[in-house]
C-alpha cells in the first residue's frame, strides 16, 4: 500500500515539475508567429491591406481581425505561403485592397518637382532623397514601388514605372 | 616556405560521369588552319563576364588590327576589347549575337583595308618575368584576355587573387565531344602553352604548375612533355585524367588531380588552386611574345554539314557562314548550327553570327546528328542521374522540388552546385530535359533570393524610421513638457522674457 502510494505520487511529483518547467520554457511565442507571417510579407509597407504597415497587418491576421489576400503587391506566392504557414486555405487576393500589379518603382520628373518634401515624410522606407527647396529624387534600389508617395505630390510629378 | 601541394598525376577513374562518343579523331587529323582575313567582323562589345563594356572609337575611324576599341569594367581596368583586323569602323550598333537565348548586343563593325596593318602600341611591354605580378595582371587586361574556355572570365581578375596560391591547374582536359581546339593547341604549340603558365605562375606567385589532359591524348602529353624536358623545366608537370565527360569542368578537375572539393559557393582559389584553359595560358604568351593582344582564337569546325572537319584559327568577329566557307566548306547549307560541344552547346538561330571569344567550336549538324528532344516521360525513379552526377547532388530530387517550386528544398538539395553539364539529360530513361529545367529553377531561386533580401532591407528601413519618429516625437513632447514646467514654477519670468522678446522685435 505504502509502496504503491509512493511510487505513484512520485511519479505524479516528477510529471508534475516536467510538465510546469516544459510549459514555460516551450511556451508558444506569439511574437515567434507574428515574425513568421511578417517575415513572409512584402515589405513594401503600402498600407494597401487597410493596416499601417506589414507588421500590423501580421498581427491583425494572428488575431484574426484581417483575412490572408489583403496583400496585393505580395500576390498569390504571398498568400499561398501565408496559408501553409497558418493551415489555411489559399484565396483568391481580394480585389477591394488592390489589384495585383508588377513590382514597380516611383519616379520622380525633376523638371516639375517644387521641392515641398510632401513626398519625404510618404515614404515609409526613407527612399526619397530631398530637402524643402531642393530637387527631390527617388533611390530606386530602395523604393518598394507602395505609391504613397504619389497622394501627396502637390504637383502630380511621381509615376510608377515598372522596374 | 610551406611544403609543395601534393597532386594525383595519374587520378583514378571517377564515379559520376558518362562516356559519349568521342567523335574527336577526325578534326585533329589536319593541323590548325589559320583563316583568310575576313572582309568585314562584328565584334559584340560584351566579352567579359560580369564586366560592363563601352566602346572608345567611334565610326568612321581607322584603325590598325589589336588596337583597342572598347574597355571593361567601372573603371576601365577590366578586359580591353580590340579590332581584329585593320581598317574603318562601319559602325557601332546593336546586332545579333551568339548565346543560349537569342539577344542582341552592342558590336563594333569594322570594314577591313584587307592589308592587316598590326597595332604597334603593345610592342616591347617589356619581359615578363622581370615585370611585377600586379603590372602582369594589368597587361593581362589590357591583352583583353578572358578564360578561353567559354566563360569567359577576366583572367587578370583570377590571376590577381589575395589568396596564396599553391598550384596553377592548366586545364586541357577538353571533355565535351567534338571539341579538339585545345587537344590541336597542346599538340602544335605546347611551348606556347609553357611560356603563358610560367608567366601565369609569376603572376600568381605559385611554383606549380599542372596541365591536365585526358588519357584519349597520348600525342598531346607527349608533346607536352617532350617541350618541358627541353626546357629542363622542374615546376610544370602534367597530369593525365581519365577521358570522360565532364572531366574538364574546373571542380572536378581539382577533385581528381588534388584530392580536393572545392566547396558549394565557393572558389577554387579558397583552396589555393588556379584553374585557367590552356588556351588562355597561350594567349597570354602570344601578348608577351609579340605584343598581339586576343584577337584570334582556335575554332573547332565539325559535323555532317562541312566537308571536313578541321580547326582553325578565326578573327574574333569573323561571320560564321563566311569562316565555314573560307575554311572547310559546306556540304549542306542548311545543317543547324550549335556553338560549343553538343553537351553544354546551344543551338544558334542562323549561320551569320559572329564569332566571339567564347566561340570553341562551331557544329554544323545535319539532321538527326545531334539527339533529337524525344518526348519526355515520368521520372521512374531510375537514379541513374544521381549515379553520373559529377556535382554529386541528386536530380531525381532537385527536379521534383523544382516541379513544387519548393525553394528552400532546392538550397537544400544543392541546386547551386549543379554545373549544368547536361549528364543526367544523356543517362535519362525516360528523356527529361533535367538541365534546362534546373537553370530555369536557378534562375528563380536566384529572383526568391532576390526578393527575400529586398524585402529584408525595406522592413529595416522601415523599422528605423518608426523609431526615429518615435524618437523625435518622444523629444518634441518632452521639450513642450519643460516649457510647461517652467511656466509653473515661475510664470512672471516666463512671462517677461516673452514679452522682452516680442518687443526687441517688434523694435526693429
Known amino acids: 500500500m505504502i509502496a504503491a502510494t509512493l511510487t505513484i505520487g512520485s511519479l505524479v511529483a516528477v510529471i508534475a515539475i516536467t510538465l510546469s518547467i516544459a510549459s514555460i520554457r516551450l511556451r508558444s511565442n506569439r511574437n515567434d508567429a507574428l515574425e513568421k507571417i511578417n517575415d513572409l510579407l512584402p515589405q513594401t509597407q503600402c498600407g494597401q491591406c487597410g493596416f499601417p504597415g506589414c507588421r500590423p497587418y501580421a498581427e491583425a491576421i494572428l488575431i484574426g481581425a484581417a483575412q490572408i489576400n489583403q496583400c496585393a503587391p505580395g500576390g498569390d506566392a504571398t498568400i499561398v505561403a501565408i496559408g501553409h504557414l497558418l493551415d489555411r486555405p489559399p484565396l483568391a487576393p481580394d480585389p477591394a485592397f488592390g489589384a495585383v500589379k508588377p513590382p514597380q518603382v516611383a519616379v520622380i520628373d525633376e523638371g516639375i518637382c517644387i521641392g515641398c518634401a510632401a513626398c519625404l515624410q510618404a515614404c515609409p522606407v526613407d527612399a526619397i532623397l530631398g530637402a524643402a527647396h531642393f530637387m527631390h529624387t527617388v533611390i530606386t534600389t530602395e523604393c518598394t514601388g507602395c505609391e504613397l508617395c504619389i497622394a501627396p505630390c502637390p504637383v502630380d510629378c511621381i509615376t510608377m514605372e515598372s522596374e | ?508
Open chain 2, 1 to 508: 616556405m610551406s611544403e609543395p601541394a601534393r597532386y594525383n598525376p595519374q587520378p583514378p577513374r571517377p564515379a559520376w560521369g558518362i562516356r559519349p562518343p568521342s567523335k574527336k579523331n577526325i578534326s585533329t587529323d589536319l593541323p590548325i588552319l589559320t583563316a583568310p582575313i575576313p572582309k568585314q567582323v562584328v565584334i559584340p562589345i560584351q566579352q567579359c563576364l560580369g564586366l560592363p563594356a563601352r566602346p572608345i572609337v567611334t565610326p568612321g575611324q581607322q584603325v590598325r588590327a589589336g588596337e583597342p576599341i572598347a574597355v571593361s569594367g567601372a573603371t576601365g581596368a577590366g578586359p580591353k576589347l580590340h579590332a581584329s583586323i585593320s581598317g574603318g569602323i562601319h559602325a557601332i550598333e546593336e546586332r545579333p549575337v551568339p548565346g543560349p537565348q537569342p539577344t542582341t548586343e552592342t558590336c563594333v563593325v569594322i570594314h577591313g583595308d584587307g592589308q592587316d596593318l598590326p597595332y604597334n602600341g603593345y610592342r616591347g611591354v617589356g619581359d615578363p618575368m622581370q615585370l611585377e605580378p600586379d603590372r602582369l595582371c594589368a597587361l593581362v587586361a589590357e591583352a583583353g584576355i578572358v578564360g578561353l574556355g567559354g566563360a569567359l572570365y577576366s583572367t587578370a581578375d583570377k590571376l590577381s587573387t589575395p589568396h596564396k596560391i599553391k598550384a596553377l591547374i592548366l586545364n586541357g582536359a577538353e571533355c565535351e565531344p567534338y571539341i579538339t581546339c585545345d587537344e590541336m593547341l597542346e599538340l602544335e604549340h605546347a611551348d606556347k602553352v609553357l611560356r603563358g603558365a610560367r608567366i601565369m605562375m609569376r603572376a600568381l606567385n605559385t611554383s606549380l604548375a599542372i596541365i591536365a589532359v585526358e588519357r584519349d591524348m597520348a600525342e598531346d602529353r607527349v608533346a607536352l612533355n617532350d617541350a618541358i624536358e627541353a626546357a629542363g623545366d622542374r615546376n610544370i608537370h602534367v597530369a593525365v585524367v581519365t577521358a570522360k565527360y565532364p572531366a574538364g569542368g574546373e571542380r572536378q578537375l581539382i577533385q581528381m588531380i588534388m584530392n580536393q572539393e572545392v566547396p558549394e559557393g565557393g572558389y577554387p582559389s579558397d583552396l589555393g588552386y588556379v584553374c585557367h584553359n590552356v588556351a588562355t595560358a597561350a594567349a597570354v604568351a602570344d601578348f608577351f611574345d609579340s605584343g598581339r593582344p586576343l584577337i584570334s582564337r582556335i575554332v573547332t569546325l565539325a559535323g555532317g554539314g562541312v566537308e571536313m572537319t578541321r580547326n582553325v584559327e578565326a578573327r574574333i568577329g569573323t561571320e560564321m557562314r563566311e569562316l565555314i566557307q573560307s575554311t572547310v566548306g559546306y556540304s549542306n547549307e542548311l545543317a543547324q548550327l550549335v556553338m560549343g560541344g553538343p553537351m553544354m552547346g546551344f543551338l544558334l538561330p542562323d549561320h551569320t553570327l559572329p564569332v566571339t571569344k567564347a566561340t570553341n567550336c562551331l557544329i554544323c549538324a545535319n539532321p538527326g546528328e545531334l539527339s533529337p528532344p524525344r518526348p519526355e516521360m515520368p521520372c521512374i525513379r531510375c537514379s541513374q542521374c544521381s549515379q553520373v552526377c559529377p556535382a554529386l547532388i541528386l536530380p531525381q530530387e532537385l527536379l521534383t522540388a523544382a516541379a513544387r517550386h519548393d525553394m528552400g528544398a532546392l538550397v537544400d538539395l544543392g541546386l547551386n552546385a549543379c554545373i549544368e553539364c547536361g549528364c543526367c539529360d544523356y543517362v535519362c530513361p525516360s528523356h527529361i530535359p533535367m538541365t534546362s529545367r534546373f537553370i530555369e529553377a536557378k534562375r528563380a531561386l536566384g529572383e526568391n533570393q532576390r526578393e527575400t533580401q529586398n524585402a529584408e532591407r525595406a522592413r529595416k528601413r522601415f523599422e528605423k524610421r518608426q523609431e526615429r519618429l518615435n524618437r523625435q516625437n518622444s523629444e518634441r513632447g518632452q521639450e513642450l513638457q519643460e516649457q510647461v514646467d517652467e511656466l509653473a514654477e515661475s510664470p512672471e519670468q516666463v512671462i517677461d522674457a516673452i514679452m522682452d522678446r516680442v518687443k526687441s522685435k517688434a523694435g526693429k
